[in-house]
């Protein structure tokens, strides 16, 4: 079997912070407890395109729930490794989320600027309830007001590829969350 790790594009990397062993422990994790959390209560699980792709995947595997999920995709970066802070949904949600209970599931969260437009969109239609889950959370969100229910992991200010984070497409199936090497992007 193949599969990218961290070791097979080393020379890209500067460190590895959290390996895939170490994420899968964590989400399974957190399915304990959004399943507490949610006891009774079916679940809409949002996820945000293309980042979230990894983490909505196992979230719903490791969980007891019933879940749905569905797909929003909001342009934040392009191909840079800075917040343009300029949101636009390329693709919106495929059903009506009024009533439902919603739980909105990122990949990363830096400057929060993608979130805090999701969430008044999201808002304004009415759900039962809305929360938010992220894989990771950089310092810049701690400073946000919309709250963060569920965090995976609380990571440095340094730009990260891997477990459905890219860098100019590029890195979202390498397996580990590692930080890219200055001079790939520099
Ligand atoms: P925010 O709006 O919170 O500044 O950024 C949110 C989005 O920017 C994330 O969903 C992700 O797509 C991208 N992003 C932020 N930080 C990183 C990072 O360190 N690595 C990668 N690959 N994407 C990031
Ligand atoms: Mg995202
Ligand atoms: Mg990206």
């Known amino acids: 079997m193949t599969r990218v790790d961290a070791a097979d594009v080393i020379s890209d990397l500067s460190e590895v ?25 079916d679940i809409l699980l949002v996820g945000v395109l293309n980042g979230a792709i990894m983490v909505v995947s196992d ?10 999920m569905d797909w929003m995709a909001i342009s934040s970066y392009g191909s840079g490794t800075q917040s343009s802070g300029v949101v636009r949904i390329l ?7 009024e009533g439902r209970h919603v739980l909105v599931v990122e990949d990363i969260i830096d400057t929060g600027l993608t979130l805090s437009y999701l969430i008044s969109n999201l808002t304004s239609r009415k759900p039962a309830s ?14 946000m007001e919309v709250p963060v229910k569920y965090v995976g ?14 860098y100019a497409s590029r890195y979202r199936n390498l397996r580990d969350l590692a930080v890219l090497a200055p001079h790939v992007y520099s």
Do not use: C, W
């Open 153 to 166: 992991f609380d990571i440095p200010n340094k730009f990260v590829v891997g477990y459905g984070l890219d």
């Open 130 to 143: 809305l929360e938010i889950m992220t894989m990771f959370r950089k310092p810049g969100a701690l400073r």
């Open 91 to 97: 693709k919106d949600l495929g059903v009506d989320i």
């Open 17 to 41: 912070l959290y390996t895939s062993d170490q994420i899968a422990a964590r989400v399974a994790e957190l399915a304990v407890r959004i399943d507490a959390d949610y006891a009774g209560r």
């Open 59 to 68: 979230l719903q595997r490791a969980m007891k729930s019933h879940v749905e």
